[in-house]
């Protein structure tokens, strides 16, 4: 997450978790992708708020690490306040995702929330390439980001996010609505097997995948 993406949260940390019933439909289904989490240790980049990994802990409480990593301080303490309570204590680090003071082969989940639409392309590659080093061989990963249908349905979808950008543009921040994602994972070296579609109003798309051989990586559109 670039400095000034950052910012933008920062600024908004009160009030960001008004939008999470927006987001709350993809984060459930993104936990449910998660599975199997008993046990497990999660890395969760660009947290935000923790509604990601709220939603994980509502599925299962027996996590045996999380690590939340944001580079808004003030969206992190937001996440304090709602993890604050767990046991065992959840870690909080204000970081880049692209650049995570963790060591290799960490995690056997990481989670990546509705940033990757964010980003241009080449930060994309740097943050799934980050996720790609933390997770532990046959790891799993799971990527959230503001998508659209399919077809001409998404072309009217992405056509009417662009207008409303052009008219709200203090409001909004990013690329707008997300297409190809899964091919992008799959190109960072992981095996696609799961996506999901989440419609609405902000329309989400959830990918998981599986840390393996590039050579090897399976698209599922």
Not at 26 to 37: H, I, M, S, T, V
Not at 120 to 136: G, I, T, W, Y
């Amino acid at each position: 997450m670039s400095d000034s993406i950052a910012s933008y949260f920062d600024a908004r940390a009160r009030s960001y978790d008004r939008q999470l019933w927006l987001e709350g439909p993809a984060l459930r289904a993104a936990a449910r992708l998660a599975e199997p989490l008993a046990g497990a240790h999660v890395v969760d980049l660009a947290a935000g708020t923790g509604g990601l990994s709220a939603a994980l802990i509502a599925r299962e409480a027996r996590l045996s690490r999380l690590i939340v990593v944001d580079l808004a301080p003030r969206m992190l303490e937001r996440a304090k306040m709602r993890l604050g309570t767990l046991d065992p204590p959840a870690r909080f680090l204000t970081a880049d995702a692209r650049r995570v003071p963790l060591p290799d082969a960490v995690a056997d989940v990481v989670t990546i929330g509705y940033l990757l639409h964010l980003l241009p392309p080449s930060d994309r590659k740097e943050v799934l390439a980050e996720a790609f080093r933390l997770l532990r061989p046959h790891g799993r990963l799971i990527v959230v980001v503001h998508g659209s249908p399919r077809g001409i349905a998404g072309r009217i979808y992405r056509g009417i996010w662009r207008a409303f950008t052009r008219l709200a543009r203090s409001e909004v921040v990013g690329h707008g609505p997300m297409t190809g994602l899964a091919s992008l994972v799959a190109a960072a070296g992981f095996t696609v097997n799961g996506s999901r579609r989440i419609p609405g109003v902000y329309w989400s798309h959830v990918v998981r995948a599986r840390r393996s051989d590039p050579a090897a990586a399976v698209v599922t559109t």
